[in-house]
């Protein structure tokens, strides 16, 4: 009876031990999975979205990403206290998801300059959505891409002394011509008596054309083993969307996932990536306020991915 006692004992004492152990070693990778990526949806919510969202475009992101496992999202809009982007908004914030449209002045410099900051840290991601082309935020991280790069063509440290000056637009909202020079470009003046001053011409954001008549797009994958068009069909057509035709006058990306092309034989790279400090900036043409582009599923797959891929946490 001792001996059956004692052995009881024993597999009791064995099953809580075994018990405690499975429980210590499960909970470190779950507590690592339960880390939500966490999304900030900002939304100019101009009128005009009603016709194709009841409840304005950023929500209608907001609530498809938030029903999403692994994400924690926060939908925020222009006339939200601090324009929705004070600084406790952006501090608990991996990637800024942002349109913007009619109201872009309204955001000053300075404010998208706190955005590009944080990019440049890497405490967050910015991916611009069609018309944030001309987004104030998108327009600082460009400026500041186009000042990285200029520093690497002509080092501090190089052979000759080099004078960086660099020139904005004339025009901030001004539509380029189809003939004007890409921007951005630099203008090098050598000096006889050694040294030279180069200009760099601070990129448009912009393109030549644009029509907004609905006419349908096909888009074509072009990296399909990134991750951030995985599960999304190598092509599809959106039945309505606007249209933008290139060049389009931003840095050259690091990485282009996606060609847009009409039947009118325009075409846009509707996917780009660029890196900035330890951050990403991705720009995503399609999604026009009128036409219901972000109710259709491939480009929800879209964001989800980028959502996870740009917050370095890939987790579905």
Known sequence: MRQQSTRRHFLRASTVALGSSLLSSSSAPCDAREKPVRVVVWDEQQPAQKQAYDNF??????????????????????????????????????????????????????????????????????????????????????????????????????????????????????VPKADARITPYDEVLKFPSGGMKVTVHQPICCFPAYRADGKPSTIRVLKPDHPIVKDVPKEFVLPHTEMYAEPFHVPDPDVVLLEERWASGDWFRSGCLWELGKGKVFYVRPGHETFAVYKEKPMLRLLENAARWLAGQPRY
């Open 57 to 174: 475009l950023g929500n209608w992101i907001a609530r498809y990403l938030e029903s999403r496992p692994g994400l924690s999202v926060k939908s925020v809009k222009q006339d939200d206290p601090g324009h929705g982007m004070p600084d406790e908004i952006l501090d608990a914030c991996d990637v800024l998801i942002w349109w913007g449209h009619v109201r872009q002045k309204e955001i000053t410099p300075e404010a998208g300059r706190r955005i590009v900051d944080r990019i440049v840290a890497g405490r967050l991601s910015l991916v611009a959505l069609h018309s944030a082309h001309w987004s104030t935020p998108f327009v600082e991280a460009m400026n500041e891409r186009t000042r990285r790069d200029a520093e690497k063509r002509y080092p501090a440290g190089g052979p000759e002394k080099v004078e960086l000056v660099y020139v904005p637009p004339a025009q901030r909202y001004t």
